[in-house]
């Protein structure tokens, strides 16, 4: 089972919890640019991208893509990505899709 199919393990949270802590997560990540998404891949299967993503997911077509990755990085991708992310070295590379296949695991 993939960790994108666990959703039994947060049926017992509420919305209202759910939404604080997301919007929590989302401006800790803001705040931590140093923190490249390669890195976060690197090390937990999952960056900024990937919660843009799931967020275009859960707004059922009221988000495309880019508008949801602009509400998680507070600007337009590209712009995050010229002020706060260097090329990946081929270490990270490796770490990112080591983490990601575990992903599917």
């Known amino acids: 089972m993939s960790c994108s199919e666990d959703t039994n393990a947060t049926v017992d949270i509420d919305d ?35 919660l843009a993503d799931w967020t275009a997911e859960a707004s059922g077509g009221a988000l495309d893509r880019e508008a949801a990755r602009e509400k998680i990085y507070g600007m337009p991708y590209a712009e995050f990505k010229a002020k706060h992310q260097s090329p990946a070295s081929p270490e990270q ?13």
Do not use: Q, Y
């Not at 989302?26 to 299967?45: F, P, Q, S």
């Not at 590379?93 to 695991?105: D, F, H, L």
């Open 16 to 50: 209202k919890t759910a939404a604080a802590a997301f919007r929590r997560l989302v401006g800790h990540l803001r705040h931590r640019t140093d923190a490249e998404n390669i890195d976060l891949m690197g090390l937990a299967g999952f960056c900024r991208n990937c």
């Open 93 to 105: 590379i490796a770490r990112m899709e080591a983490s990601v296949a575990r992903n599917r695991a």
